[in-house]
Nanobody, 124 residues
Framework: QVRLVESGGGLVQAGGSLRLSCAASGLTFDRSAMGWFRQAPGKEREFVAAITWNGGNTGYADSMKGRFTISRDNAKNTAYLQMNSLKPDDTAVYYC?????????????????WGQGTQVTVSS
């Protein structure tokens, strides 16, 4: 059974930083594409960042470029999202997602495994 568990969310002031983690089990992690998405109240789930199976290629939503960094440690079966210069508009539930693929996957429909989400709240 595939399981993705996010952690690291919380309350932070604008301009602050958080590091989210996604611990994966039950899948061949080093053959899986990973992604981060977020969903704010009343809004659709949106793409944040993605990374290929070996970390060789990454992609970001335009509003996150230069502020967020996605990475992974295949030895630990864990993906990360480092978030810097946080803004109140970054407030959302953040989800990690996975799919067995060699490609960089950028949309929610590309993924078939999801975590339960972790809340990130940025105060002004």
């Amino acid at each position: 059974q595939v399981r993705l568990v996010e952690s690291g969310g919380g309350l932070v002031q604008a301009g602050g930083s958080l590091r989210l983690s996604c611990a994966a089990s039950g899948l061949t992690f080093d053959r899986s594409a990973m992604g981060w998405f977020r969903q704010a109240p009343g809004k659709e789930r949106e793409f944040v960042a993605a990374i290929t199976w070996n970390g060789g290629n990454t992609g970001y939503a335009d509003s996150m470029k230069g502020r967020f960094t996605i990475s992974r440690d295949n030895a630990k079966n864990t993906a990360y999202l480092q978030m810097n210069s946080l803004k109140p508009d970054d407030t959302a539930v953040y989800y990690c997602a996975a799919r067995g693929s060699w490609d960089l996957l950028l949309t929610p429909n590309d993924y078939n495994y999801w975590g339960q989400g972790t809340q990130v709240t940025v105060s002004s």
